[in-house]
């Protein structure tokens, strides 16, 4: 602590805990509206008879310090001492010159504390071998119970497997879904769901049950739009000037992370090519990657260059890697994935598109990402892969999201646009046709309200239509 006087680290600690003194102080610092994580993390924090520490693992923005700040709340709630709870964020300037050991004795030293005492650790990847810090409290500090946080996940999740097994849990924290973007606007259109819809029933509605699901749904048509543009990212859903959240949202969440995190984490030799090579990827979101014509359009790089880079990104939250998947069927494409930007407003924010919703292409794209997103959300943490299908040798015989559970496979097809009609030669309804394809279930997210009900065609599983904005507000309401 040769750089850091004990006086200057106790005045940030008072700065970040101002409940130890004034415990209504915390209320400014939480929304009303809890996100699934929260209720997961809160559930292993004060589990009676399992002792686990959490860590939050998520894209800048994504609302992980506000689990936190609820998880305070719900403990002080409770009873917990001020005291006895401790915030701080290794993304400060100041605390990164020091280690977690400093920080625990400077807090142990300031008040006598006794009992449980409840860690919070905010962007923890900062400071030096925080994953045997983590260990070293979790076996010799029984009265210790804590929550970190990490915006560059892979790096978590090597520090979870290589000390964090059987001593903490990592979730995964996506941006917003759409359900839970209505939650926190707490709009008034949100339609009162019978609680045992789910997606998987929707084949045995009737079109008069459709209809009437469509109708409920209407309201929130606007209220969809606005969630493409803007996205999943708490703090700009609350904006009421748009323009300057997505502006917000370059500058914050794409700029800080590619021009900031990315190069210290993970040491990156040129800052300009991983600009570059992230545009390249926003241009081309939804698209089969090609690494030996993307390594050519961004100057001749070498394959491991660009491999290496865009684990980079992937780590740092900014991308999705969808691989191939085969479909009971012979001849499907491999090693080349699809790749898609974390969350649709971002792709938009950095393109900069205007009168993007009258765009059809590119609103297909951006919706295509939000459903791939959601799907990758649902199934978090469940047994099962999550890709898409194309046939190597006919290029029309795709199937945008494949999820491949040991139960069977789900297939969705995304058609958002004004014709969303699919052939009986289509690969979801060849597929959904093929005994042997082991299929369960088969989707079309459709644009309008209207579009919706199983297909015509004669199938083995039905293809159903549904419109993607019910589509995902199922999903994240189920999630």
Avoid at 80 to 102: C, E, G, H, M, Q
Avoid at 138 to 151: E, F, H, N
Avoid at 408 to 422: A, T
Avoid at 445 to 471: C, E, F
Wanted: hydrophobic share 40%; glycine share 4%.
């Amino acid at each position: 602590m040769a750089l850091v006087s004990e006086e200057q680290v106790i005045k940030v600690l008072q700065h970040y805990n101002q409940w130890w003194k004034e415990p209504e102080k915390i209320q400014s610092l939480t929304k009303p509206q809890k996100r699934v994580a929260y209720n997961e993390a809160m559930k292993f924090l004060t589990h009676p008879s399992i002792r686990r520490f959490v860590v939050l693992s998520g894209a800048r923005r994504v609302g992980k310090t506000t689990i936190m700040f609820q998880m305070i709340e719900d403990l002080l709630k409770q009873g917990v001492a001020p005291r006895n709870i401790l915030y701080i964020t290794f993304d400060n300037p100041l605390v990164k010159l020091i280690s977690i050991d400093d920080v625990l004795n400077i807090y142990e030293s300031l008040y006598p504390i006794e009992g449980k005492k409840y860690l919070f650790f905010d962007e923890v990847q900062y400071t030096n071998n925080w994953e045997l810090w983590m260990k070293v409290l979790y076996d010799s500090r029984q009265d210790i119970c804590l929550t970190a946080t990490g915006s560059a996940s892979p790096i978590i999740q090597k520090g979870a497997a290589d000390s964090g097994a059987g001593r903490w849990t990592m979730l995964k924290i996506p941006t917003l879904s759409f359900y839970e973007y209505c939650e926190l606007l707490q709009l008034k259109e949100r339609p009162a769901l019978n609680s045992n819809i789910h997606l998987s029933e929707l084949a045995n509605l009737t079109k008069g049950e459709f209809a009437e699901l469509a109708n409920v749904f209407s309201p929130l048509v606007q209220h969809f739009n606005r969630y493409l543009l803007i996205g999943g990212f708490p703090e700009l859903v609350l904006s009421d000037d748009d323009t300057y959240a997505q502006r917000l949202l370059r500058e914050d969440v794409v700029d800080k992370v590619i021009k900031r995190d990315v190069l210290t984490l993970f040491n990156v030799r040129n800052p300009l090519l991983m600009e570059k090579l992230f545009l390249y990827l926003c241009i081309n979101s939804s698209g089969i990657f090609n690494a030996q014509t993307a390594t050519k359009e961004l100057g001749n790089i070498s394959v491991t260059t660009l491999e290496n880079y865009l684990e980079f990104l992937e780590k740092s939250n900014l991308i999705y890697r969808s691989n191939p998947i085969d479909v009971g069927s012979k001849g499907a494409l491999k090693g080349r994935p699809k790749i898609y930007v974390a969350d649709p407003a971002i792709r938009n924010a950095v393109l900069m598109i205007d009168n993007v919703q009258s765009n059809e292409r590119e609103m297909g794209i951006m919706v295509e990402t939000a459903v791939f997103k959601h799907f990758v959300s649902f199934y978090e943490g469940k047994t099962a892969k999550i890709g898409y299908f194309r046939k190597l040798k006919d290029n029309q015989k795709e199937v945008d999201v494949v999820i491949d559970q040991p139960a069977g496979k789900v297939l969705c097809e995304v058609k958002y646009r004004n014709d969303s009609s699919v052939l009986a030669s289509d690969a979801v309804v060849t597929l959904a046709s093929d005994p042997n394809s082991q299929v369960t279930s088969a989707f079309i997210a459709t644009k309008k309200l209207t579009d919706y009900g199983a297909s015509n065609h004669d199938t083995q599983v039905p293809v159903v239509r549904i419109p993607a904005l019910i589509l995902l507000y199922l999903l994240g309401k189920a999630d």
